[in-house]
């Protein structure tokens, strides 16, 4: 059995850039709106000596009516069945309402969990992140998905625990 990464996080934050990065798949859509990929998709990965299942999640809603209305029964389901979950987040967006509802669950799952800013090609990193540590997922990682930046030193902290 393969580990399995989750990749969760609202719409249009840069999940299945990162998926496709890392799986070298063709066939996950990489939206310019919202919402396109709807089922999880699963890929299989290599890093370094580390062999791993990504999984790819539609989304989450992100309307701000809590936990049940913001998350999406697939991307729940894959958080189940994960290994390790990444949250990804904007960068140029800032913090929303549904980050946070995600967190919240992301926080009682108690399993391994790393909160990932994506989009911070162009930008200053470090100001555009400062307020997700309030998300007390631990530390942010910076990465820009669609250049690879920051996605080694992800990985090399991620698949330690798998
Ligand atoms: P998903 O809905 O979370 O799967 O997000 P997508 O992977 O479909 O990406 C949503 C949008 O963000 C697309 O227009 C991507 O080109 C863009 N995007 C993804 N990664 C980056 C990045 O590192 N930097 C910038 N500037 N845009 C990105
Ligand atoms: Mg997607």
């Given at each position: ?42 890929g299989q990965a ?86 997700f540590w309030g ?28």
């Amino acid at each position: 059995m393969l580990p399995v990464v989750a990749l969760v996080g609202r719409p249009n934050v840069g999940k299945s850039t990162l998926f496709n990065r890392l799986t070298n798949s063709r066939d996950a859509l990489v939206a310019d709106y919202p919402g396109l990929t709807r089922d999880r998709k699963y890929g299989q990965a290599r890093y370094g000596e580390h062999d791993f299942i990504l999984v790819d999640t539609g989304g989450i809603e992100g309307d701000e009516k809590g936990i049940d209305a913001a998350m999406a029964r697939q991307s729940l389901l894959a958080m189940e069945e994960a290994d390790v979950v990444m949250l990804l987040v904007d960068a140029r967006d800032g913090l929303t309402a549904a980050d946070q509802a995600i967190a919240r669950h992301i926080r009682q799952l108690g399993k391994p969990v790393f909160l990932v800013a994506n989009k911070v090609d162009g930008i200053d990193g470090d100001s555009a992140c400062a307020e997700f540590w309030g998300l007390s997922l631990g530390e942010v990682w910076q990465i820009a998905a669609a250049h690879g930046r920051g996605v080694t030193q992800l990985l090399d902290n991620a698949l330690i625990p798998v």
